[in-house]
C-alpha cells in the first residue's frame, strides 16, 4: 500500500542538498589551495583555479550549433563562474571539476555540452581504496539554454535556475539534484536519473524522446507542482507532465511511484472537465482515490452510512413498535433519546450498508427505496475498495 511520502522526501532532499554543498566548498577550497589533482586530469592553465566575473564566453550574434565557437579537451578545475555569459558556444570533451555556475546566462543561440564531464567520482587522498570524493559542479541562480549530449552530470546542483528549451540526451544525471528552479519546454531522452531528486520545480512541458529507456528507481523523487496561473491551460499542461512522469515510472517497472503520479494527474485533469465528466471524476476521487487510495474507500463508506443513518432519523424508522422521526425527535427532544435514537439509526444503516439486514430498529414504508438505495451502494462501495486494495496488493 506504499505511496510517496512528498513531505519526508523534501526533508530528506534538503538533508542531502546541505551534506553535498557541504562536501562541495569542502574539496574546493582544498583543491583551490593546493592546486594540485590527480595525474589522470591536467588543468587548463586558461580556465582553472580561476574566478571569472561579467566575462562573455562565445561569441555576439545568434547562429546556428555548427557555426558555435568550440572549446575541446580542456580540463577545467575549481573554477567559478560569476554574472557570465555563454552564448554561441560549444565545449566538447571537457571535463568541469567542481566548478561553480552563479547567476550566469547560457542565452542567444545556445550552449552546447557534447561528451563533457560535470563530475569527479575517485578520491585524491590516500588511502583512495573503496573512496569517493563525488565531487560536482553548481550551477546557481541561471538562465540555461542549453543542450548536454553524453554528459556525466552525477550529483551536480541546479538551484534557482530557470533551464529553458533544453536538451538533455544520452547523459548521466544520477544523483543530480534540481531545486526552486524552472523547467521549460525541456526534452530528456535516454538520461539516467536513478536517485535523482527535482524538488519545488515548476514544470512546464517536460517531454521524454527515448529510443531506448530513461532510467529511474525508488530513489528517483519528482516534487509535487504548485500552480501559478491556476487556470485552464495551466492545468492542462501540469496533467500531461504528471500523465508523462507517470508513464516513464511505469515503463521502469516502478508501479507505485506510476500510481503516486497518476493520482497526480487525474487530480490535474478533474480541473479541466466540463461538469458530468467532472462528477464522474469526483466520485472516482472520493470513493478510492482512482483506485490508487483504498482508504479513501473506508472514509467514504463511514460517511455514506452516516448520512443514511440521519436520512433514517428523518423519514422515520420503527424502534419496538414505536415511530421516530424529525418530528418526534424535535417535539420532545431530549439529549439521552437522542442518541439512543441515533444508535439505532446507525445500526440500521450499517446492516443495509452490508446488507445484512436490521436488529431492531426496522425501515418504515416511507424508507424502503432508501434502504434499497443504501444497499446498493453497499456493494459498489465493497466492490470499488476490494478492487482498490488488489490493485495494489498485485503490484
Not at 32 to 55: A, G, V
Not at 389 to 395: H, Y
Request: charged residues 25%; aromatic residues 14%.
Amino acid at each position: 500500500m506504499a505511496y510517496i511520502n512528498f513531505k519526508e522526501e523534501r526533508v530528506a532532499t534538503k538533508k542531502q542538498l546541505h551534506k553535498r554543498l557541504k562536501n562541495n566548498s569542502k574539496l574546493f577550497k582544498k583543491m583551490r589551495e593546493s592546486k594540485t589533482i590527480s595525474n589522470t586530469y591536467t588543468p587548463d592553465k586558461e580556465y582553472s583555479y580561476k574566478d571569472f566575473d561579467d566575462k562573455i564566453f562565445g561569441e555576439h550574434h545568434i547562429k546556428g550549433e555548427e557555426n558555435f565557437k568550440e572549446i575541446s579537451n580542456k580540463d577545467i578545475v575549481c573554477s567559478t563562474f560569476k554574472n557570465c555569459i555563454f552564448e554561441n558556444i560549444k565545449f566538447k570533451d571537457c571535463r568541469f571539476i567542481g566548478c561553480y555556475f552563479i547567476k550566469c546566462e547560457f542565452s542567444s543561440g545556445g550552449v552546447a555540452f557534447e561528451n563533457c564531464s560535470f563530475f569527479k567520482e575517485e578520491s585524491d587522498s590516500i588511502p583512495s581504496l573503496n573512496k569517493n570524493d563525488n565531487f560536482s559542479c553548481d550551477f546557481k541562480d541561471c538562465n540555461i539554454y542549453g543542450k548536454f549530449l553524453n554528459c556525466i552530470m552525477s550529483f551536480s546542483i541546479f538551484e534557482n535556475c530557470k533551464i529553458t528549451n533544453s536538451n538533455f540526451n544520452l547523459s548521466d544525471m544520477t544523483s543530480s539534484i534540481i531545486i526552486n528552479s524552472e523547467f521549460k519546454m525541456t526534452i530528456m531522452a535516454d538520461v539516467d536519473l536513478t536517485g535523482a531528486k527535482i524538488m519545488n520545480t515548476y514544470i512546464e512541458d517536460l517531454e521524454f524522446r527515448d529510443k531506448y529507456k530513461s532510467k529511474m528507481d525508488e530513489k528517483t523523487f519528482i516534487d509535487s507542482i504548485k500552480p501559478r496561473k491556476k487556470d485552464r491551460s495551466e492545468y492542462e499542461g501540469l496533467y500531461m507532465v504528471y500523465e508523462t512522469l507517470a508513464n516513464k515510472f511505469k515503463e521502469n517497472q516502478l508501479k507505485n511511484n506510476f500510481g503516486e503520479y497518476y493520482f497526480l494527474a487525474q487530480r490535474m485533469q478533474f480541473k479541466t472537465l466540463k461538469p458530468i465528466p467532472k462528477i464522474i471524476s469526483f466520485l472516482s476521487w472520493v470513493t478510492c482515490g482512482y483506485g490508487e487510495r483504498p482508504l479513501y474507500a473506508v472514509y467514504s463508506s463511514l460517511v455514506i452510512i452516516l448520512i443514511f443513518a440521519v436520512i433514517y432519523l428523518i423519514l422515520g424508522i420503527d424502534i419496538d413498535g414505536q415511530l421516530v422521526n424529525f418530528y418526534t425527535i424535535t417535539n420532545n427532544f431530549n439529549l439521552s433519546e437522542l442518541v439512543e435514537y441515533l444508535n439505532e439509526a446507525i445500526n440500521l444503516s450499517v446492516g443495509m450498508f452490508a446488507g445484512v439486514g436490521f436488529n431492531n430498529a426496522q425501515p418504515t414504508p416511507s424508507n424502503f427505496m432508501t434502504t434499497n438505495i443504501e444497499m446498493l451502494v453497499g456493494v459498489a462501495m465493497m466492490g470499488i475498495g476490494i478492487g482498490a486494495i488488489t490493485k495494489k496488493l498485485i503490484r
